[in-house]
């Protein structure tokens, strides 16, 4: 079997193959990864949203090529949009904690099932840009309501 790098990324190493709740499994994977590196390195919130600078365009290439290569609009294997919505979520809490990563992995999994408005019309903009757009403005309802939360929630 030919290496397939769209594929790896866009499933985000394979949790994408996870046989009941895909997408959660790729926020929880993108929770634990966000853990793992606070734990081993000095990162602030800044370093999350450049993280999500980072794998925003890379997840628009490698989604598209995915869906464009099974003929669907937004495959369930999908799941490096939301792993770029989870960080954008996550850059917001002060400390990566268990409270913090609980509220911001709920809040961004609400969001992103949920889809307010405008955010389902965001997946009409096709390809890979659309498929990460959803889960990006979801990841800014978290964002929004964690702020609004301040101190409160954690």
């Not at 099974?70 to 904690?97: F, H, R, S």
């Not at 979801?138 to 301040?150: D, E, P, R």
């Amino acid at each position: 079997m030919k290496p397939d790098p769209a594929r790896w990324l866009a499933t985000w190493f394979g949790c994408g193959y996870a046989p009941v709740a895909p997408g959660t499994a790729g926020s929880a994977a993108a929770v634990v990864i966000a853990w793992v590196w606070s734990c081993l390195f000095p990162w602030n919130q800044w370093h999350w949203l450049a993280a999500v600078a980072v794998v925003t365009p890379l997840g628009v290439w490698a989604s598209g090529a995915v869906a464009r290569g099974m003929g669907q609009d937004d495959p369930a294997i999908v799941v490096i949009d939301e792993v770029a919505g989870q960080w954008l979520t996550l850059a917001v809490v002060p400390a990566l904690d268990w409270k913090n990563a609980l509220s911001a992995f709920l809040l961004f999994r609400l969001f992103d099932i949920w889809k307010p408005p405008p955010v389902r019309r965001l997946e009409r903009l096709g390809g890979g840009f659309g498929i990460m757009a959803d889960d990006l403005a979801a990841g800014l309802y978290s964002v929004a309501v964690l702020l609004a939360a301040g101190g409160w929630l954690w």
